[in-house]
């Protein structure tokens, strides 16, 4: 009984990313394949997967059943999802607006754009 229960659960945990969900859609693959072999005899194994997938045949009479061959497509099961929280008062903001000036310098570093806070930190060691 552990054995069926560690099974199914490395299967739920393999099928949980998309590029091995691809693995299910393998009959399909042999399926199409055979109706490939069927309409054309000289039709091998190599020359079905270099015509599905390294050549670009365009949209024919069964592109519906190309796309449901495995790797054909890409699966977006996964999505990022990004939440901005405002900050709680725009008076931080207000306060840090010295952190850029509107002088223009030509060069790179410029202090008047670092906060005084981390000047007050990062200073050289006093003899």
Same mark, same amino acid.
């Given at each position: 009984?552990?054995?069926?229960?560690?099974?199914?659960?490395?299967?739920?945990?393999?099928? &949980?990313?998309?590029?091995?969900? =691809?693995?299910?859609?393998?009959?399909?693959? @042999?399926?199409?394949?055979?109706? /490939? #072999?069927?309409?054309? /005899?000289?039709?091998? %194994?190599? +020359?079905?997967?270099?015509?599905?997938?390294? !050549?670009?045949?365009?949209?024919?009479?069964?592109? +519906? =059943?190309?796309?449901?061959?495995?790797?054909?497509?890409?699966?977006? +099961?996964?999505? &990022?999802?990004?939440?901005? @929280?405002?900050? &709680?008062?725009?008076?931080?903001?207000? !306060?840090?607006? /010295?952190?850029?000036?509107? @002088? #223009?310098?030509? %060069?790179?570093?410029?202090? &008047? %754009?670092?906060? +005084?806070? %981390?000047?007050?930190?990062?200073?050289?060691? #006093?003899?």
């Amino acid at each position: 009984m552990k054995k069926w229960i560690s099974y199914f659960f490395i299967c739920a945990y393999l099928l &949980s990313f998309p590029e091995a969900r =691809q693995i299910l859609k393998f009959p399909t693959l @042999v399926e199409h394949f055979i109706s /490939h #072999k069927l309409r054309d /005899h000289q039709t091998t %194994f190599a +020359s079905f997967l270099k015509m599905h997938y390294l !050549e670009d045949h365009g949209i024919d009479a069964d592109y +519906s =059943q190309d796309m449901k061959l495995p790797f054909k497509v890409q699966d977006s +099961s996964h999505y &990022s999802l990004n939440i901005i @929280v405002p900050p &709680s008062n725009s008076e931080t903001l207000a !306060e840090r607006s /010295h952190l850029i000036d509107g @002088v #223009k310098h030509n %060069f790179v570093y410029a202090e &008047s %754009f670092f906060p +005084s806070i %981390f000047l007050k930190i990062w200073q050289p060691p #006093k003899i």
